[in-house]
């Protein structure tokens, strides 16, 4: 009798961690949806309209208007990078400006301890940028660590811009 309550116990507790995995994935589809949606479109225009014949990789920067940017490759391999906002295209040869390591060289050189999250392709004032986002630990007077975002110009890589997130 307890081997058969055991039994019952655990077909229901996997039926309900199913039910729940399935309820989660659906959410999760169904939040991301409108995203992936545009990812796809920006994509597909981009395709369209510019040199791009492969995708590498997709993020979203929101400035002072939200970019879709792509990064990926023309005909012949060559790094290629196309921003899409909803009423313009742009793209840049990658080797025109500096590589995405090279700004992030350029913050380390201005911090050393600093701790890079996250690299992308931006624009600011209808310019490309590379965003630099990083943390620093805490120090001095600080208690946590610091978040920053640099930007510096695609072309030059010439600082542009440096915020300091703060928690208050």
């Known amino acids: ?13 996997s039926a309900f961690i199913v039910v729940a995995i399935a309820l989660g994935s659906w959410f999760f589809n169904s939040v991301m949806e409108d995203e992936w949606s545009r990812e796809r479109a920006a994509v597909l225009s981009a395709y369209e309209k510019t040199i791009l014949a492969k995708t590498v990789k997709v993020d979203r920067f929101v ?13 012949i391999g060559q790094p290629v990078i196309v921003w899409v906002a909803e009423d313009e295209i742009r793209s840049e040869m990658a080797a025109g400006g500096i590589t995405a ?26 310019a490309p940028v ?32 440096s915020w300091r997130l703060s928690i208050r």
């Open 1 to 13: 009798m307890v081997m058969q309550n055991k039994w019952k116990a655990a077909l229901l507790l």
């Open 101 to 126: 390591q090279q700004a992030e060289q350029a913050t380390l050189e201005r911090h050393a301890n600093a701790q890079i999250v996250r690299t992308m392709p931006g624009m600011m004032d209808n």
């Open 130 to 161: 590379w965003e630099i986002f990083y943390k620093l630990p805490p120090g001095g007077e600080e208690k946590q660590e610091q978040y920053f975002y640099d930007y510096y110009a695609f072309k030059d890589g010439q600082l542009i811009d």
């Open 63 to 75: 400035g002072q208007k939200p970019y879709t940017v792509i990064q990926g490759e023309d005909k």
